[in-house]
């Protein structure tokens, strides 16, 4: 993976990052229905999880998930930096439709 990519951040791609929700039920093997709070929990796709350990704030927009296995947590584009194995601009730019080309 090459780290000198000049690949360009549009300005406004917070703005175009996916739909929290549509994306995580994508992305998340069974995934629940949101709690009153607005979590819903799953499958860990970063471990072997039998257990839905993974919780994703499918109502905020920032898409914060955690894992109450030893993953961490972090934002929707640190979820597909990590699915993917991206750095962050090469994540952003999938998540916004721009493809992964450097
Ligand atoms: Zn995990």
């Excluded at 406004?12 to 607005?38: C, E, F, I």
């Excluded at 072997?48 to 955690?66: C, F, I, P, Q």
């Amino acid at each position: 993976m090459s780290r000198s990519s000049s690949a360009h951040m549009p300005k406004n791609w917070r703005d175009r990052l996916p739909d929290v929700a549509t994306y995580y039920a994508r992305h998340v093997q069974n995934l629940s229905k949101p709690n009153a709070t607005g979590w819903a929990t799953g499958a860990c796709p970063f471990h072997v999880d039998r257990n839905a350990s993974l919780s994703v704030h499918v109502a905020g927009d920032r898409g914060h998930w955690r894992c109450s296995a030893s993953c961490g947590g972090g934002d929707l584009v640190g979820f597909h930096m990590r699915l993917h194995r991206m750095d962050f601009k090469t994540a952003v730019r999938d998540l916004v439709g721009l493809g992964v080309a450097a």
